[in-house]
């Protein structure tokens, strides 16, 4: 290889390749030269609209290379503002392989491949501009396009680093380099030193700077100018990747804290290149340890020097000692300097030794950075050590003592991600396990736990080398991560990422030199890597030593103990042998013969062969789910042998047997392990069994609760560990035939807990729905409580063995341990019970529910009976859940949040009677929006505080008695405050956000305040004190147990009382964390606006700071003490019952600018509070962009009908009498109707929710106008009436469209825009371009044109009535308008409908039901009456009679004389001062809130559309009411035919079952069960019509059955005791098999009403599907005459065989679809089943997978025959019989039509939301598509 000897110390790119000539380099696009300004020197700029067309390009052929081997990269640019740019470099790694890295300003995200690295680069603003303050804001630099104020930027990249870490790759040189546009290049090197361009020359010189020691100042010729006097950082930008710190996105490129400020002022400058370090880790953890120093080591300030105030914290330069002794944080170490010496101590900061996570929160780091962001940066980097994160600025006084005060002490858990993994040290003395981000370590002989903590996420794998000095641990995720520990010191000692988004399986070799991983790539395709870790304990590198990509399914991989270069791997239908050679990874499968089905689950080699056997001698044992084990012959790679684990013939009494026919009823074996002298297998019957090594009898056995998921023989083969899919870990002891369990855990989340002090139980209820008691001391479980329903919280009695819970279906159930009955049991409550509580004394119970009930009990008494109950006093909601209520220590006061989340109230703890009041929301005046609160929590009574946790993430201390505010906190946690609690003697403040533990000192006297302590991967739902105050609990994933280590209050000295604290001054602490009130009330509300920019106080004079920092407590009894500058020494003191706020009278100039800047600040819209204005329906779907959709003409479906009518939209049901055209909408379709052909019409084009429609005067122009989706700008559609097309489309508003009006001469089109968009649009009817538009200050409700004067027009809303006119100058049309505010009379309204009455009256209505009357010329009111009691929504006048609609039913018709003569005599006039005339003529009462009215010219008949989705046709001639168009209001659950097509039925969450007449679609009958909810519906297969009935299944468990022809309910059955979630009668119609969300399935007789068995075997999983078949005998080869089938949700499928005439019903098969952890949001996709009508002997399957298909199973050959592929999770689908057509919904509102033989589909998107359910007619003639209430029937035309 040529020297590089010439490139040092730099190499000048563009002078090297003379890029002036174009000979060496390329240019291409517009690439030109000029003289930059700022620089003062020539620059190349490269602009184009597409970076890729416009580029510089050197060297110019890809055949050669720059050969340059610099390990730095500098760039001098600066990117064009407003546009995007694109750089690439071309590097060459020792691999031989070239490797791309890029950045560029229009990556959104970091991507890598072995080939390449993509960087998102995050362009800086200028300094104190307003894009820089919104990029602090925001916690990272400005996304997308450079910011206008963008700066001259030295990039340096680290290439060596960036390859290592992100590659495992070896860099070796440059290759090429392009820059492509938008920017302008000064120039660009290459060098192996560390330059900084801050630094001059001469600064260099003096602070001793030298190539020779790696780093220097930057050439001149690469410099930018800087003026004399000036900071280089001041003007340019300087971005160091990888950066020093931590920054959001992470692995982006953006600008680093580098100002010189921002470091320590040593002679001894960080620029120095460190000493090569000697650190025990991989290269790939270094840098990540380093990323820890940097946050972990203490901050250094001289202890006199003045501290510099942020607007936010930072972090700066740390350095860390060579030894542990600073973890002590000795006052000396605190203020030694900055230039210590940067060495990496050996020890890995993720390690665990002490068994605890301690995370410190030092304030006197003034320079340091994301202060708000410490959670979330700790969870990522755990450390077991203290970790020093900044809250306040204040001077240093003392801190939190002692340090740390917590110790994780035990924990009671066990899985997580799952239950496979658990490992026995050599020893085996000790077992090592999981507890989802944590690895446990318990001595069996002791139980003492040990912990490994560093992990972020759930731990999915574990492995052991051979003699268990190194555990490997993987973790999944989408950036999984993978450690090595040595066990016996408890460190890590390396730490790699592996790019997988889940890793699975890890297995080391016995020596420790190999490790091998399973996971699954960026596609899904399964990755096997194997790693080198041979030098690891040493402090060497990991490297990887082979890499494979397949399609094969492995499910685990282990590592032949006698060959480390050998594997074994088993899956889904293959075994494997895998053998690394020369760097390559090579397989071969495992002949399976007959077996190549099955599904494999485990693999074990024998045991007890020394290593020089032979491989001819080597035996392979294999699991499958199946029950089979197979004997491999290692050498021959084919089967030995085959044995099956077949049930016992003698059942047991209480478990039934899942028995199959044709392959026979085995046993699934999920683990098996091998030692010398047996086997042992964990099965899925729950069975742990040992078996000689013939098979030939088991001769021990094990039962457990659940399915075994896993066994293991230790090495001495005297035990043998066993753990279940239910939590269970324990071993039996093969020679004592003894079993003990070493750890029970829930297997869901820990929602709630309470400890018994006196004998130290305590009590957790979990989302798995069990309710369990623990001894805390030996961690065993004691008890085991399961219920129908799942339990919310738990409360212990304070001196008996008594405890409560609350259930979800609201229960309240008291239990006694002692003797394990339950006592009592109320049902007061209809929601969850979200607080349960005793009062300290004993005496008496408190529950609450989610619908805001709270109950009052006689604790004193057995039965507990209820002395009140109250409703509606509590915020509704399960968020505050388990600790809703809070009871004073002294058993008199009562604290919760309600009636709403804004109100805290205070309650007499033994009558429930209101003592006080306190809104939180009115606190912060600047805040930009409402504050609610959260948490309640007394303090000791004697304080009289109550401390209150709110939505912005403070804690207010108010007073019980006064609810005056005495301190606040701000900046609690990183995410919101889940949990609170108090110590007895009122020292400390415990709180719990999101995945961290916070111990605070009550009093917030010290400058250290808070002490952070992470471990729980989610989110905690409850933390507190034990009773005894020596420890602590947290719960959420797992059950935590602290030793609370604070010191007695006798040996604390120097420290002020808690309750004197209140009368004396306060520290001068940091104002942004720590608030104190002045005792004055607020004067203004807050109002909604966009958050203000954060405030800067460092710009406050030394005065100013002081007062802030010297504001005193106030309290009820003492008189403020704060300085005149704040509130003045005489201020009053009002009395107040309420909140107070801190009133900041005097700031500096700039803070003044602030304000300002804050009040031009554009404030978020509030919604009005009417129900007139339009507000579409939340729908979490998103809209599917690339649909299939199929050519013109060619479609396979046609949409024939639409059943219903939106009734959420508002004037979206429009009528012209002359015509009989009748159009409205449903969904996003809008229907034309003909009244007198009864034809329909469907005009398609939108594909969100139409709010509104409008018609011309002539009826040829039908106008509709829906939201744009995603952000984007709503649709306005213009419809041609004759041929259905549309005319024109117009795209002009920001939020929904709430009205459109044409004018009389249909000249003019008007639209305007909802409360978000508040503008009037004027519109040319005939082009409909924009002519004039008009922008008014509040939401506007309606709007119309005047009948008579074209040129006038007038719109209503939340201000007022705009009375509006058109004026005309040639083509330029202006639009002006005159606000005038509603009458006085009519109170605070908001004006909500208008019609004009002739050509000077205009009627309006209000919110209130009154009815104004206006003179248009002199716009004043002349009269108002009261018309209704609620809202009026609707105005229509002809004539003289006026129509009004409101929310209260009512539709009313007034008779009211001509208003021309009527004046204004100085105020309005009421109806009662005479004079006009204003008469109700009629009323007819509807069915729901009146949305939309359209009435002839004489208003005798009209049609009326109300929100129930009804369209009425009303005729006041005879005041009759005739039902048009009727829909379901709620969600529509099912839809189904009848079997002679002539009836179809509808079942909706509003508990209501319509029966349909086909094909004329008109309701002919329906039945309503109030207060429950159908979840579904089926037809009796009957064809008679006396005979035909309808069957429903309702949320509360019971089935009803309706005859058709008698329209009555003839049979109500209850088989479940949960909601029925699917619902069909068998093929004949004898029996109706119900399931429920349960998972049990009821088979009753439609005849007695009786049922006749229950089958449990999905029991745990909600059954989703049942499908019942005719079949042929031979088809099934049973005695049979149907078949069945059942779906359930966690993708299993049963098929029965069936006859009922003999009461025979057996299992026929039994399906299981394996999935990856489901990581969405939401809940995963439904798991659907059915049978394929063209061949029963085909079950179709679709649901949450490994891919997203339909998977077609035969149950002959037992095997899936065929697949199709999908684009989008289904959720819903539907099989014809008809030209084998499939239907499947998505959530992404794509109706998909497949033909099953070809593949060939297509797509429509017919929905304006998630399609949810779609179902052929027996004859495959029709379709049924439905989205929430939209129902769309379909006629099918065939692909």
């Not at 190999?514 to 590198?541: A, F, Q, R, Y």
């Not at 002349?1422 to 009679?1441: K, P, Y």
Request: hydrophobic share 35%; net charge negative; with cysteine.
């Amino acid at each position: 290889m040529a020297s590089t000897g010439w490139q040092h110390p730099y190499v000048n790119i563009f002078k090297h390749v003379k890029v002036e000539d174009w000979k060496m380099s390329a240019k291409e696009g517009d690439v030109s030269s000029h003289t930059d300004k700022s620089l003062k020197c020539s620059v190349f700029r490269i602009r184009g609209p597409v970076p890729a067309s416009s580029f510089i390009l050197v060297p110019r052929s890809s055949r050669r290379s720059l050969g340059l081997a610099g390990r730095y990269f500098y760039l001098l640019f600066r990117p064009a503002p407003g546009r995007s740019f694109v750089v690439h470099l071309d590097v060459s790694v020792k691999e031989g392989q070239v490797v791309r890295i890029s950045f560029s300003n229009m990556f959104k995200e970091f991507k890598s491949t072995a080939t390449s690295l993509q960087f998102p680069f995050l362009c800086g603003a200028a300094k104190d501009s307003v894009y820089e303050s919104t990029a602090k804001s925001a916690r990272h630099g400005l996304v997308g396009p450079a910011p206008p104020s963008v700066r001259w930027t030295c990039l340096m990249l680290d290439l060596q680093h960036t390859l290592s870490f992100y590659l495992n790759s070896c860099y070796t040189q440059v290759k090429s380099i392009k820059l492509c546009a938008n920017m302008a290049v000064k120039n660009m090197f290459t060098s192996d030193l560390l330059l900084d361009p801050g630094i001059s020359f001469s600064e260099a010189k003096a602070r001793g700077l030298a190539c020779s020691r790696g780093t220097g100042p930057m050439p001149r010729d690469m410099s930018y100018p800087v003026p004399k006097g000036g900071s280089w950082h001041d003007l340019y930008d300087y971005i160091r990747f990888p950066s020093e710190g931590t920054k959001l996105p992470f692995d982006s490129i953006q600008k680093g804290n580098l100002e010189p400020e921002a470091k320590c002022s040593s002679d001894q400058s960080s620029h120095i290149r460190e000493a090569s370090r000697c650190v025990n880790l991989s290269k790939p953890f270094q840098d990540p340890v380093s990323l820890i120093q940097q946050i972990t080591a203490p901050q250094t300030r001289l202890r006199n020097q003045t501290p510099a105030v942020t607007d936010r914290p930072e972090l700066g330069v740390v350095s860390t000692q060579q030894n542990d002794a600073w973890l002590l944080h000795s006052d000396d170490q605190q203020d030694s300097t900055c230039s210590s010496s940067q060495k990496v101590t050996s020890r890995c900061l993720g390690a665990a030794a002490d068994g605890g996570v301690h995370v410190h929160v030092h304030p006197e780091d003034g320079s340091s950075q994301h202060g708000d962001e410490s959670e979330e940066q700790f969870v990522c980097t755990a450390a077991p050590h203290p970790v020093h994160l900044p809250l306040s600025k204040g001077p240093r006084q003392e801190k939190l003592l002692p340090d740390p005060i917590l110790r994780l002490n035990r924990i009671i858990g066990f899985g997580g991600a799952t239950t496979k993994c658990a490992l026995w040290s050599r020893s085996g003395d000790a077992v090592v396990y999981p507890c989802h981000a944590i690895i446990v370590s318990l001595q069996i002989s002791s139980n003492q736990q040990r912990f490994f903590i560093g992990h972020t996420d759930k731990v999915s794998a574990l492995t052991f080398n051979g003699n268990t000095t190194l555990l490997a641990s993987a973790q999944t995720g989408k950036h999984s991560v993978v450690r090595v520990w040595d066990y016996h010191k408890g460190n890590c000692v390396a730490m790699f990422r592996v790019h997988a988004h889940s890793l699975s399986s890890l297995s080391f070799s016995s020596g420790g030199g190999i490790l091998c991983g399973v996971g699954k790539d960026s596609h899904s395709k399964t990755m096997v890597v194997v790693w080198n870790t041979s030098n690891v304990s040493k402090g060497g590198e990991v490297t990887i030593l082979a890499k494979a990509h397949t399609d094969v399914d492995i499910l685990t991989m282990k590592v032949a103990a006698f060959d480390d270069t050998r594997m074994v791997s088993c899956g889904r239908d293959n075994i494997r042998l895998w053998r690394v050679r020369k760097g390559t990874l090579r397989s071969c499968p495992v002949n399976l013969g007959d077996y190549h089905s099955l599904d494999f689950t485990d693999v074990a080699f024998e045991e007890g062969n020394s290593s020089n056997q032979h491989l001819d001698e080597r035996t392979l044992y294999a699991s499958s789910r199946s029950g089979f084990i197979f004997e491999i012959d290692y050498s021959r790679v084919a089967i030995r042998n085959v044995r099956r684990l077949l049930p016992a013939q003698q059942q047991h009494a209480h478990r039934r047997e899942k028995t199959t026919f044709n392959t026979g009823p085995g046993i699934a074996i999920n683990s098996i392990s091998v030692s010398s002298s047996f086997c042992c297998t964990g099965s899925e019957d729950g069975f742990l069994r040992l078996w000689p090594l013939d098979f030939s009898s088991i001769f021990l056995e094990a039962e457990h609760e659940g399915p075994v998921s896993l066994a293991s023989v230790s090495s001495d083969g005297l035990r043998v560990l066993a753990a279940t899919s239910t939590g269970t870990l324990g071993f039996l002891d093969v020679s004592s035939r003894g079993y003990d369990t070493l750890m029970r855990s829930h297997t869901d989340t820990v929602l709630g807990f309470s400890v018994d002090g006196v004998h130290r139980h305590l009590t957790t209820a979990s989302a798995d729905g069990t309710l369990r008691i623990w001894n805390m001391d030996s961690l065993h479980q004691l008890y085991d409580f399961v219920a129908e329903d799942s339990p919310c919280s738990v409360a212990f009695h304070p001196s008996e063995q008594l405890f409560s819970c609350g259930f979800s279906s609201g229960v309240v159930r008291v239990f006694d341990i002692s003797s394990a009955k339950v006592l009592a049991e109320h049902r007061q409550h209809r929601g969850d019970v979200v607080g349960l509580a005793f009062s300290p004394d004993g005496e008496f119970m408190y529950s609450a529910d989610s619908q805001g009930s709270l109950a009052l009990y006689n604790a004193s008494e057995d039965d507990h009976d209820v002395i009140r109950v109250v409703c509606n006093v509590l915020a509704r909601g399960t968020e505050r859940a388990p600790d809703a209520l809070a009871v004073s220590s002294d058993s008199r006061c009562l604290a919760f949040i309600g009636p709403s989340e804004f109100i805290v109230t205070i309650a007499d703890a033994q009558s429930l009677d209101e003592l006080l009041r306190v809104d939180v929301s009115i606190l912060d005046v600047q805040s930009p929006r409402l504050d609610s609160a959260l948490r309640v929590c007394f303090s000791p009574a004697s304080t009289e505080h109550l401390l209150v946790a709110t939505s912005a993430n403070k804690i207010l201390w108010v007073s019980t008695k006064t609810g005056r505010l005495l301190r606040e906190v701000c900046d609690v946690h990183r995410h919101q405050c889940s949990s609170l609690a108090v110590s007895e003697d009122c020292r400390f403040l415990l709180t719990a956000g999101h995945h961290a533990v916070k111990v605070w000192d009550y009093s917030m006297e010290l400058n250290t305040s808070s002490q952070m302590f992470i471990g729980h991967s989610q989110p905690i739902r409850q933390v507190s004190f034990t009773p005894d105050q020596l420890g602590v609990v947290s719960v959420g994933d797992a059950i935590f147990l602290w030793d609370f280590l604070a010191l007695p209050v006798d040996s604390v000295t120097d420290r002020r009382s808690p309750l004197r604290s209140r009368y004396i001054s306060a520290p001068k602490s940091d104002v942004s964390g720590v608030q104190w009130s002045n005792g004055m009330p607020r004067q203004t509300a807050p109002l909604p606006s966009s958050p203000p920019p954060p405030l800067d106080i460092s710009t406050l004079d030394p005065v100013e700071q002081e007062a802030l920092g010297s504001l005193s407590i106030c309290d009820d009894t003492s008189v403020p003490t704060a300085s005149a500058a704040v509130t003045g020494p005489s201020d009053p003191r009002p009395a107040a019952s309420f909140l107070q706020v801190t009133e900041m009278l005097d700031t500096s100039p700039v803070n003044r600018g602030r304000m300002n800047a804050v009040e031009l600040t554009e404030k978020k819209a509030a919604r009005p509070d009417c129900y007139s204005h339009f507000i579409p329906r939340f729908k979490a779907s998103r809209l599917q962009q690339a649909a299939w959709a199929a050519r013109p003409g060619g479609e396979g479906i046609e949409l024939k009908a639409v059943i219903g009518y939106n009734g959420n939209g508002r004037g979206n049901m429009v009528w012209s009498p002359d015509q009989g055209l009748l159009a409205y909408s449903c969904g996003c379709v809008v229907v034309l109707e003909y009244l007198h052909t009864g034809s329909q019409r469907h005009l398609q084009g939108h594909s969100e929710e139409i709010s509104c429609l409008a018609v011309t005067h002539d009826a040829k122009m039908v106008a509709s106008a829906a939201g744009g989706g995603n952000g984007s700008r709503s649709l306005i559609c213009i419809w041609d009436v004759q041929n259905g097309t549309c005319r024109n489309t117009i795209s002009h508003h920001v939020g929904a469209v709430q009205s459109l009006s044409f004018s009389r001469d249909d000249r003019f089109f008007l639209s305007a825009g909802d409360f978000s968009d508040p503008e009037v649009a004027l519109w040319s009817s005939r082009t409909f371009k924009l002519l004039s538009s008009l922008r008014v200050s509040g939401p506007i409700h309606a709007a119309a044109f005047s009948p008579s004067a074209a040129s006038q027009l007038a719109c209503v809303g939340s201000l007022g009535v705009y009375f509006c006119l058109i004026h005309t100058h040639g083509l330029d049309v202006d639009l002006k308008a005159q606000e005038v505010k509603a009458p006085v009379e009519v109170g605070d309204v908001e004006l909500t409908a208008l019609c004009y009455h002739m050509d000077s009256v205009l009627f309006t209505a209000t919110s209130g039901g009154q009815v104004c009357v206006w003179d248009v010329n002199t716009q004043r009111c002349l009269m108002t009456w009261s018309a209704d009691e609620g809202e009026i929504g609707v105005l229509q006048c002809r004539g003289n009679r006026l129509l009004t609609g409101s929310n209260t039913r009512w539709l009313r018709l007034w008779e009211v004389d001509a208003l021309e003569g009527v004046t204004p005599r100085g105020k309005n006039r009421n109806v009662e001062d005479g004079g006009t005339t204003v008469v109700l003529g009629q009323e007819i009462m509807l069915d729901g809130t009146t949305v939309s009215a359209a009435f002839d010219n004489t208003m005798d008949m009209g049609v009326v559309g109300t929100a129930a989705g009804t369209l009425w046709y009303i005729n006041w001639s005879d005041n009759s009411s005739i039902r048009l168009v009727s829909g379901h209001k709620a969600k529509v659950n099912g839809v189904v035919f009848s079997a002679d097509e002539r009836h179809f039925a509808t079942c909706s969450e509003d508990g209501s079952v319509r029966v349909w007449s086909a094909p004329s679609n008109e309701l002919e009958v329906q039945f309503q069960v109030l207060s429950q909810a159908c979840g579904c519906v089926c037809w009796s297969p009957s064809s008679n019509q006396e005979r035909a009935c309808v069957a429903a299944g309702y949320s509360d468990g019971t089935l009803r059955i309706f005859r058709l022809s008698s329209s009555e309910m003839e049979m109500k059955l209850q088989p479940h005791q949960a909601a029925v979630t699917a619902l069909q009668f068998s093929a004949a119609g004898h029996v109706i098999l119900s399931a429920g969300s349960s998972g049990l399935v009821a088979v009753s007789s439609p005849v007695t009403g009786a049922t006749m068995r229950v089958i449990k075997d999905h029991r745990g999983a909600a059954v989703t599907s049942i499908q019942c078949v005719n079949s042929q005998r031979e088809n099934v080869g049973l005695e049979c005459n149907e078949t069945w089938l059942a779906a359930s949700a966690d993708r299993r499928v049963s098929v029965w065989a069936a006859d009922w005439s003999k009461d025979k019903c057996d299992l026929m098969d039994w399906l299981t679809f394996p999935a990856p952890p489901y990581s969405g949001d939401d809940s995963p996709p439904p798991s659907l089943a059915a049978f394929c009508p063209a061949d029963p002997s085909l079950v179709v399957y679709t649901g949450y997978g490994v891919e997203k298909e339909l998977s077609f199973y035969s149950l002959t050959k037992k095997q899936i025959v065929k697949k199709i592929a999908l684009s989008d999770w289904a959720t819903c689908f539907s099989l014809s019989c008809k030209s084998q057509l499939i239907a499947v919904g998505s959530k992404e509102r794509v109706l998909k039509l497949i033909k099953s033989t070809s593949g060939r589909f297509q797509d429509f998107l017919p929905h304006s939301d998630s399609v949810q359910t779609c179902h052929f007619s027996p004859s495959g003639a029709l379709l049924f598509t439905v989205s929430f209430n939209e129902i769309l029937l379909w006629e099918v035309q065939g692909l």
